[in-house]
């Protein structure tokens, strides 16, 4: 059986792809757990790169049926369902390697939450990105958190009450990609992105993902300290 994610690396990027294109990297928790371990591994990198193998980036969860007996409890729901999600996210934001999100096809539910996650996104023209919980009465309360701080609450609102499937022109300005390529040339400049990340220095890759993980969250006079700090070390660090 063919390994669920592979892993790669090539220099100084560490290469991630979903491999289960057959039925369109849909997300096991195993997978969630390795995926999050993956990226805490890659910590001396210089960049990260996620992708799905195949036509589609991620179709969602893949779920497996409750086991017989009595209910789970919200404990054992939280434990075996949803920590394995929370923790995938959490490994996105602590990593201080940048992590570019390359998406083909639909990313849906969880591969929505993930392409938004990554720090950078560059879809190609035929993406297509959609969080359908809502047919189902299912509040996808962790897709909006991977969500939260990209996407004004506003629109966030609506693309998770409507369950609308968007384009890539919309989820561009929504924030949930960081750029559109047209599929023929998405390979070309996701490489020439690579190439020029690779050219700069792990320093200043660090302070600029470090500055936009903290900075929104401080206050004004706070913000200002930390990019002094933050320049002053790179900068001392060039000597």
Same mark, same amino acid.
């Given at each position: 059986?063919?390994?669920?994610?592979?892993?790669?690396?090539?220099?100084?990027?560490?290469?991630?792809?979903?491999?289960?294109?057959?039925?369109?990297?849909?997300?096991?928790?195993?997978?969630?757990?390795?995926?999050?371990?993956?990226?805490?591994?890659?910590?001396?990198?210089?960049?990260?790169?996620?992708?799905?193998?195949?036509?589609?980036?991620?179709?969602?969860?893949?779920?497996?049926?409750?086991?017989?007996?009595?209910?789970?409890?919200?404990?054992?729901?939280?434990?075996?369902?949803?920590?394995?999600?929370?923790?995938?996210?959490?490994?996105?934001?602590?990593?201080?390697?940048?992590?570019?999100?390359?998406?083909?096809?639909?990313?849906?539910?969880?591969?929505?939450?993930?392409?938004?996650?990554?720090?950078?996104?560059?879809?190609?023209?035929?993406?297509?990105?959609?969080?359908?919980?809502?047919?189902?009465?299912?509040?996808?309360?962790?897709?909006?958190?991977?969500?939260?701080?990209?996407?004004?609450?506003?629109?966030?609102?609506?693309?998770?009450?409507?369950?609308?499937?968007?384009?890539?022109?919309?989820?561009?300005?929504?924030?949930? /990609?960081?750029?559109?390529?047209?599929?023929?040339?998405?390979?070309?400049?996701?490489?020439?992105?690579?190439?020029?990340?690779?050219?700069?220095?792990?320093?200043?890759?660090?302070?600029?993902?470090?500055?936009?993980?903290?900075?929104?969250?401080?206050?004004?006079?706070?913000?200002?300290?930390?990019?002094?700090?933050?320049?002053?070390? /790179?900068?001392?660090?060039?000597?």
């Amino acid at each position: 059986m063919p390994d669920p994610i592979l892993c790669e690396t090539d220099g100084p990027v560490t290469k991630l792809t979903l491999n289960r294109p057959d039925v369109g990297n849909l997300m096991t928790n195993d997978m969630g757990r390795q995926l999050a371990q993956m990226i805490a591994a890659a910590g001396q990198s210089q960049l990260i790169v996620l992708r799905g193998a195949g036509r589609d980036f991620c179709l969602g969860r893949d779920l497996a049926p409750p086991p017989p007996g009595p209910p789970p409890t919200a404990l054992d729901v939280r434990r075996g369902n949803l920590e394995p999600v929370l923790e995938l996210y959490g490994a996105f934001r602590r990593s201080p390697v940048p992590v570019l999100g390359v998406v083909t096809g639909r990313a849906i539910g969880l591969g929505c939450a993930l392409a938004s996650a990554c720090d950078i996104t560059i879809a190609g023209g035929d993406a297509r990105f959609q969080l359908p919980e809502m047919q189902h009465d299912l509040p996808p309360c962790l897709a909006m958190y991977a969500l939260l701080d990209r996407v004004p609450r506003k629109a966030l609102m609506h693309f998770v009450y409507s369950t609308v499937e968007i384009d890539t022109a919309t989820a561009l300005a929504l924030g949930i /990609v960081s750029r559109v390529a047209p599929e023929t040339k998405l390979d070309a400049e996701v490489d020439e992105f690579v190439s020029m990340m690779t050219k700069r220095t792990p320093a200043a890759l660090r302070a600029v993902k470090e500055f936009l993980r903290s900075a929104p969250a401080m206050d004004s006079q706070g913000a200002m300290d930390f990019a002094g700090n933050l320049l002053a070390n /790179v900068l001392s660090s060039r000597r």
